[in-house]
């Protein structure tokens, strides 16, 4: 059977596809979303929620770009979505601490990050009395010999963020339709009508790929989807006394310290297909990196540790918008920006089922990989 169903379908569940559903309910439009499992149960509910734009970026890229607006959307964006749902999110803008521990790790830092400073884009390296400072309230190991300090780096907590949006989709009227699997794009005459699944056909005027690591499912498509799932895992450990104010990180891990007393430390990039399973080599990895940073961690509780799929590609970046099939687009390959990016894709994604390409879509068009691509 198949069914008329909405202006848009949206394939996945996760942060991604309940912000773009939310946001095309508040432009008018019907929405349906289909996720075969539960909605955000997969890499939204898996990553830590760092917001971190500039200690991401090593240059001044369409991508530093895009995040750096998504995290100025955040604050009024993770208000409505609480004033709407009752959903605490968990924005806080806690700074973001880059740990050097040689002179030559400070002088690559600053090589990496000059430009940002060079730009009034507010890093500040710290040493000598401002570093003692921070590694007395930090509890930073004798090691680290300066840091970066970025202060408008944030963090929030994904998985209440994806049960506001997924919530807040709902209660503008998008249909979000749980443990529905799609199985492929229906197309006809050369354009997207709708999706086949496991309960039947449903049409619809546009069709997004949300599907997070799995956006390549459909391989019947005349072109392919250049995503691929990257394994992270990631560590919480319970702290006991004050955890530590600021996000920590060095160049082999992250500690992203919480509310209620835990922190959370990651994460790994492993390819090894869609095996989601903790190991004992990334979990030992993990807290020694933590450890040589932040010392006191090492008689911290051991709490939880998980892994979740990324949505890889092969630059990195995300793929956003219009595909070469008219009425398919893309909001997927978010990598490791996921849940940074999610406000900012859920306006521009809106923007080009509207008809509006806003110029900065073009470095996230899945047409740059057009040596990759062949339509028929």
């Known amino acids: 059977m198949t069914r008329s169903t909405a202006d848009t379908i949206v394939v996945g569940g996760g942060l991604i596809g309940c912000a773009l559903a939310a946001e095309l309910r508040e432009r008018g439009q019907s929405v349906l979303v289909l996720e075969r499992g539960e909605p955000g149960a997969e890499a ?5 929620g760092l917001l971190s734009p500039q200690s991401d970026a090593r240059a001044r890229d369409a991508l530093f770009e895009l995040g750096a607006e998504s995290l100025a959307l955040y604050p009024g964006w993770t208000a ?24 030559t790790e400070r002088e690559s830092l600053a090589a990496a990050y000059g430009w940002q400073g060079a730009e009034g884009l507010g890093v500040e390296l710290r040493s000598g009395e401002a570093l003692e400072r921070d590694r007395d309230e930090l509890s930073l190991a004798p090691g680290v010999r300066a ?3 970025f202060a408008d780096e ?42 086949e699944t496991d309960e039947g056909a449903f049409t619809a005027g546009a069709v997004v790929d949300a ?19 990257v394994r992270g895992q990631i560590v919480e450990l319970r702290v006991e006394g004050l955890v530590p104010a600021r996000i920590v990180c060095s160049e082999d891990v992250y500690v992203l310290p919480r509310a209620d007393g835990t922190v959370l430390i990651g994460s790994t990039l492993e390819t090894v297909g869609f095996r989601k399973a903790v190991t004992a080599g990334a979990v030992a990895k993990l807290l020694e990196g933590a450890v040589r940073v932040l010392p006191r961690l090492a008689g911290a509780r051991f709490e939880d540790a998980w892994s979740g799929l990324r949505p890889g590609t092969p630059d990195g970046w995300p793929i956003l918008g219009e595909s070469p099939v008219p009425g398919l687009f893309f ?5 490791r920006s996921g849940i940074l990016l999610a406000p900012a894709t859920a306006r521009l994604v809106a923007d080009a089922i509207g008809g509006v390409r806003a110029p900065a879509m073009s470095a996230f068009s899945i047409e740059r990989f057009a040596g990759r691509l062949s339509v028929s």
């Open 154 to 195: 944030a963090a929030v907590n994904p998985r209440a963020l994806t049960r506001a949006a997924w919530l807040t989709a709902e209660r503008r009227g998008a249909a979000v339709r749980a443990g529905v699997a799609v199985r492929r794009f229906v197309l006809e005459r050369g354009r997207c009508v709708g999706v």
């Open 331 to 335: 909001a997927a390959g978010h990598f």
């Open 211 to 229: 599907a997070g690591a799995w956006a390549a499912f459909d391989l019947g498509l005349p072109f392919p989807v250049p995503v691929r799932p």
């Open 80 to 103: 409505r979505l609480s004033e709407e749902t009752g959903v605490d999110c968990g924005f806080r803008r806690a700074g973001l601490l880059r740990c050097a521990f040689s002179e």
């Open 147 to 149: 840091a970066l300090l």
């Open 44 to 48: 939204s509910s898996a990553a830590a």
